[in-house]
């Protein structure tokens, strides 16, 4: 008799041994060895005329572990396409299983596959229906919708609830392939077979309902906003416990329901008074139930999404002071994956209303002390959104440590948006201009490298607007980062931000930085500016950093040549040398006994004056001639704090037009020099030329040549002097052509700063008959 009652043995036993031998494989070539045989046995089995069909399921399975292990299965797929008609219902089963997981829509095969689903969807059998409507959520493409959508709909009306929950899944799935119903989908209501389910009696089947409805309001929501007392009153059963004991959770009515219920409900009020007013009540209940039901993470995880459906719908000050207390119990767990999602829900809640944030202060500076990375950054996020002007300090210092930290260290995007939330905390709530300057140097000098150059440009044309007394402070700030930075391991910025009150975070933060001793160069083209324009300024400061002229000079030139600079660096670079040596040119009133430039200047200036690079080359030889001219007119050319000044209409007009040349010009024709010819290219700049004229020259447009990229590329920051001459013997006419050409140039001539010209421009032409070239650089030592 218990042999009777004893279960059949499965005839599973080739699947048992050979699971067992891959258990005890002890190499992937003796797996590989074991499937490559286990391969052959079955093609061999599969294409026998004479296949045993009572063994077709555990074939199928054979296949899927062969297939999951990597190796190709592709010699069973038609088996398993004529297995799936098979009249055994274990089977079938096994080779729609197989099925799915060999193919996909879009295989050619799955076309050999719609009549025996179309067989097995009319089919008696329910168990067959409903594993029909499992393979057409899996492989039904958008060609063959069509010929499936008809029988998936009237399933919807099936007496087995399962069947009627896979029939709302497979439309749901032809409407993800269809979206916008201009396909197979075009005049199939969707909506209306929906509304139908998400009343019916089997809460499995309002489940299923529940995910196409949020799936189609994600796209738009207003259609379906009249279900919302519907789905309050669905949400409220279930809050209640009118729903079987089958779906509690926990001791939580069926929780996975409340989820999906407040998300789609979190979709159809947001920004919607109305329909947040009629939700509000019920999301109340389920976000108190939910709070007071006890600490298991299903709770957790109700609050979490009661929470974010409270700060996305319409603002309700009772719901967000409600919210406001739940979260506290997440953000004080000793779970680190709850404390994120309270941190999380916190920080909606503060975009809503940054007020109930205060109250969880304590509880948020204290994760900042965990050691989860993680946790740690979005806490940081979350001070973001708290900070306030009385304590921007603090959280700025805060994200400048992290960002120093190693946690950052090989994360480029993770550097790039610390560094972002600094910058746009530091312009909004600066409580001075000192502390700005202090901040964004720091931070070009940490995460400098992933800065945009336009905020060094931003930044020194802050300082130039300012008075003496902030220019003093900036050059006392970037001299302490030079003498950091070229004769210690690094933190620079961060050791002159605590020696000029930035605080003991600011001081840790030195103390603790990586030692590259190399200076970013946004941060070196910044200190370039500043000391080119109010270098002098050094001159008056406390020691140890007060320094001569000569010896601002030199700090730069070693920084620079420390950091292997660019050629954007290095034009910034001999722009400030050469705003130095006039200012000391003009304040001795001439070269003094050791010559203009000190020798680490001079040396410089020689190796840009014979350069590759146009734009370098051009500096260095216009900074030579500009030393040699007498100090009045040197000062009247490059004047001390001059770069904010603008030039008026008719000044800027006669800088344009080189006008003030002409005398110089006449004069060179006068004596025998050839008049200057302007190339093709300049021509058409001027209207001589047209589009045709360079095509019969075989020359392009300026409009189809490349552009030349700047050097500088900051914006106009280095300042070049721009003061070369036109060519001897030019008319008055092809002055004003180059002029044109080098417009910002003669401006920076007339205001004594200004902007640098266009990279890659030189003259046309050679020096003037019968001159003879020198070299600029002579005699610049006395």
Same mark, same amino acid.
């Given at each position: 008799?218990?042999?009777?009652?004893?279960?059949?043995?499965?005839?599973?036993?080739?699947?048992?041994?050979l699971v067992k031998a891959i258990g005890e494989c002890r190499s992937k070539q003796e797996e590989d060895r074991i499937i490559a045989a286990e391969v052959d046995t079955l093609k061999q089995r599969l294409s026998d005329p004479r296949l045993d069909k009572t063994?077709?399921?555990?074939?199928?399975?054979?296949?899927?572990?062969?297939?999951?292990?990597?190796?190709?299965?592709?010699?069973?797929?038609?088996?398993?396409?004529?297995?799936?008609?098979?009249?055994?219902?274990?089977?079938?089963?096994?080779?729609?299983?197989?099925?799915?997981?060999?193919?996909?829509? +879009?295989?050619?095969?799955?076309?050999?596959?719609?009549?025996?689903?179309?067989?097995? @969807?009319?089919?008696?059998?329910?168990?067959? !229906?409903?594993?029909?409507?499992?393979?057409?959520?899996? @492989?039904?493409?958008?060609?063959?919708?069509?010929?499936?959508?008809?029988?998936?709909?009237?399933?919807?009306?099936?007496?087995?609830?399962?069947?009627?929950? +896979?029939?709302?899944?497979?439309?749901?799935?032809?409407?993800?392939?269809?979206?916008?119903?201009?396909?197979?989908?075009?005049?199939?209501?969707?909506?209306?077979?929906?509304?139908?389910?998400?009343?019916?009696?089997?809460?499995?089947?309002?489940?299923?309902?529940?995910?196409?409805?949020?799936?189609?309001?994600?796209?738009?929501?207003?259609?379906?906003?009249?279900?919302?007392?519907?789905?309050?009153?669905? @949400? +409220?059963?279930?809050?209640?416990?009118?729903?079987?004991?089958?779906?509690?959770?926990?001791?939580?009515?069926?929780?996975?329901?409340?989820?999906k219920l407040l998300k789609l409900l979190r979709l159809l009020g947001a920004g919607d008074k109305a329909a947040s007013d009629n939700m509000s009540a019920v999301v109340a209940a389920t976000l108190r139930r939910a709070a007071a039901g006890g600490s298991h993470?299903?709770?957790?995880?109700?609050?979490?999404?009661?929470?974010?459906?409270?700060?996305?719908?319409?603002?309700?000050?009772?719901?967000?002071?409600?919210?406001?207390?739940?979260?506290?119990?997440?953000?004080?767990?000793?779970?680190?994956?709850?404390?994120?999602?309270?941190?999380?829900?916190?920080?909606?809640?503060?975009?809503?209303?940054?007020?109930?944030?205060?109250?969880?202060?304590?509880?948020?500076?204290?994760?900042?002390?965990?050691?989860?990375?993680?946790?740690?950054?979005?806490?940081?996020?979350?001070?973001?959104?708290?900070?306030?002007?009385?304590?921007?300090?603090?959280?700025?210092?805060?994200?400048?440590?992290?960002?120093?930290?190693?946690?950052?260290?090989?994360?480029?995007?993770?550097?790039?948006?610390?560094?972002?939330?600094?910058?746009?905390?530091?312009?909004?709530?600066?409580?001075?201009?000192?502390?700005?300057?202090?901040?964004?140097?720091?931070?070009?000098?940490?995460?400098?490298?992933? @800065?945009?150059?336009?905020?060094?440009?931003?930044?020194?044309?802050?300082?130039?607007?300012?008075?003496?007394?902030?220019?003093?402070?900036?050059?006392?700030?970037?001299?302490?980062?030079?003498?950091?930075?070229?004769?210690?391991?690094?933190?620079?910025?961060?050791?002159?931000?605590?020696?000029?009150?930035?605080?003991?975070?600011?001081?840790?933060?030195?103390?603790?930085?990586?030692?590259?001793?190399?200076?970013?160069?946004?941060?070196?083209?910044?200190?370039?500016?500043?000391?080119?324009?109010?270098?002098?300024?050094?001159?008056?400061?406390?020691?140890?950093?007060?320094?001569?002229?000569?010896?601002?000079?030199?700090?730069?030139?070693?920084?620079?040549?420390?950091?292997?600079?660019?050629?954007?660096?290095?034009?910034?670079?001999?722009?400030?040398?050469?705003?130095?040596?006039?200012?000391?040119?003009?304040?001795?009133?001439?070269?003094?006994?050791?010559?203009?430039?000190?020798?680490?200047?001079?040396?410089?200036?020689?190796?840009?004056?014979?350069?590759?690079? !146009?734009?370098?080359?051009?500096?260095?030889?216009?900074?030579?001639?500009?030393?040699?001219?007498?100090?009045?007119?040197?000062?009247?050319?490059?004047?001390?704090?001059?770069?904010?000044?603008?030039?008026?209409?008719?000044?800027?007009?006669?800088?344009?037009?080189?006008?003030?040349?002409?005398?110089?010009?006449?004069?060179?024709?006068?004596?025998?020099?050839?008049?200057?010819?302007?190339?093709?290219?300049?021509?058409?700049?001027?209207?001589?030329?047209?589009?045709?004229?360079?095509?019969?020259?075989?020359?392009?447009?300026?409009?189809?040549?490349?552009?030349?990229?700047?050097?500088?590329?900051?914006?106009?920051m280095g300042l070049g002097l721009g003061l070369m001459p036109a060519a001897a013997g030019a008319p008055a006419a092809a002055a004003a052509a180059l002029g044109q050409q080098r417009q910002q140039s003669a401006a920076a001539a007339a205001a004594g700063g200004?902007?640098?010209?266009?990279?890659?421009?030189?003259?046309?032409?050679?020096?003037?008959?019968?001159?003879?070239?020198?070299?600029?650089?002579?005699?610049?030592?006395?």
């Amino acid at each position: 008799m218990l042999q009777q009652l004893k279960a059949p043995k499965l005839p599973f036993r080739e699947l048992d041994l050979l699971v067992k031998a891959i258990g005890e494989c002890r190499s992937k070539q003796e797996e590989d060895r074991i499937i490559a045989a286990e391969v052959d046995t079955l093609k061999q089995r599969l294409s026998d005329p004479r296949l045993d069909k009572t063994r077709g399921r555990e074939y199928m399975v054979r296949v899927i572990y062969c297939e999951m292990l990597g190796h190709d299965a592709s010699f069973a797929y038609i088996p398993a396409l004529q297995l799936a008609s098979d009249p055994s219902l274990l089977t079938k089963k096994a080779a729609y299983l197989a099925l799915t997981q060999l193919l996909d829509y +879009k295989h050619e095969l799955v076309l050999l596959l719609v009549n025996t689903l179309l067989s097995d @969807l009319k089919s008696d059998n329910f168990v067959v !229906v409903a594993s029909a409507l499992v393979v057409t959520s899996k @492989l039904i493409g958008p060609d063959l919708v069509n010929a499936v959508l008809p029988l998936v709909i009237e399933r919807l009306s099936h007496p087995r609830e399962s069947v009627r929950k +896979k029939a709302v899944m497979a439309l749901l799935h032809f409407h993800q392939m269809d979206p916008d119903r201009s396909g197979p989908l075009a005049g199939v209501e969707l909506e209306r077979h929906f509304r139908t389910t998400l009343c019916d009696k089997e809460p499995s089947v309002m489940a299923a309902t529940l995910n196409a409805l949020a799936s189609l309001a994600a796209t738009n929501p207003a259609p379906f906003r009249q279900l919302i007392p519907s789905l309050t009153s669905i @949400l +409220k059963q279930v809050v209640e416990h009118r729903l079987p004991k089958a779906y509690d959770y926990h001791r939580f009515p069926a929780p996975f329901i409340q989820i999906k219920l407040l998300k789609l409900l979190r979709l159809l009020g947001a920004g919607d008074k109305a329909a947040s007013d009629n939700m509000s009540a019920v999301v109340a209940a389920t976000l108190r139930r939910a709070a007071a039901g006890g600490s298991h993470t299903i709770g957790h995880a109700i609050v979490y999404e009661a929470v974010r459906t409270v700060t996305d719908i319409y603002p309700n000050p009772q719901l967000l002071a409600a919210a406001a207390e739940a979260v506290a119990g997440l953000i004080k767990s000793s779970s680190h994956n709850l404390k994120y999602c309270g941190l999380t829900a916190l920080a909606a809640i503060t975009r809503v209303s940054p007020k109930y944030a205060q109250e969880h202060q304590v509880a948020v500076i204290d994760c900042l002390e965990d050691p989860d990375e993680t946790l740690k950054l979005k806490t940081l996020e979350l001070l973001v959104t708290m900070t306030k002007a009385n304590n921007v300090t603090v959280v700025v210092e805060r994200l400048m440590a992290f960002l120093r930290s190693t946690a950052c260290g090989g994360d480029e995007l993770l550097r790039r948006h610390i560094a972002g939330q600094v910058v746009s905390l530091a312009e909004k709530y600066a409580p001075d201009t000192a502390w700005f300057v202090r901040v964004m140097a720091e931070v070009f000098e940490v995460g400098g490298d992933v @800065l945009q150059p336009q905020l060094a440009h931003n930044l020194c044309r802050l300082i130039a607007e300012q008075d003496s007394e902030l220019h003093a402070t900036a050059v006392r700030l970037f001299m302490q980062i030079l003498d950091n930075g070229t004769t210690s391991s690094g933190g620079a910025a961060a050791a002159a931000a605590a020696g000029l009150g930035g605080g003991a975070a600011a001081a840790a933060a030195a103390a603790g930085s990586s030692s590259s001793g190399l200076l970013p160069e946004i941060l070196l083209c910044c200190i370039c500016w500043v000391l080119g324009e109010y270098g002098s300024l050094a001159a008056q400061l406390p020691p140890p950093h007060k320094a001569s002229i000569g010896q601002v000079a030199d700090k730069l030139c070693a920084a620079v040549a420390s950091a292997q600079p660019s050629p954007a660096t290095r034009a910034h670079l001999l722009t400030a040398i050469t705003k130095l040596a006039a200012r000391q040119l003009v304040s001795q009133g001439g070269p003094g006994p050791a010559g203009v430039l000190r020798p680490e200047a001079q040396d410089l200036l020689s190796k840009a004056g014979s350069s590759s690079l !146009v734009e370098l080359q051009q500096r260095a030889r216009e900074a030579a001639a500009l030393l040699k001219l007498p100090p009045t007119v040197l000062s009247a050319v490059l004047p001390f704090d001059g770069s904010c000044e603008e030039l008026e209409p008719a000044e800027l007009e006669e800088a344009r037009s080189l006008s003030f040349l002409d005398s110089y010009v006449n004069q060179a024709i006068a004596a025998g020099a050839q008049p200057y010819n302007p190339p093709p290219e300049l021509c058409h700049e001027l209207g001589i030329l047209d589009a045709e004229d360079l095509d019969s020259l075989g020359l392009q447009s300026p409009g189809a040549a490349a552009a030349v990229p700047a050097l500088g590329g900051l914006g106009g920051m280095g300042l070049g002097l721009g003061l070369m001459p036109a060519a001897a013997g030019a008319p008055a006419a092809a002055a004003a052509a180059l002029g044109q050409q080098r417009q910002q140039s003669a401006a920076a001539a007339a205001a004594g700063g200004g902007v640098r010209p266009a990279a890659g421009t030189a003259l046309k032409g050679g020096p003037a008959k019968g001159s003879s070239i020198v070299d600029p650089f002579k005699d610049l030592l006395g």
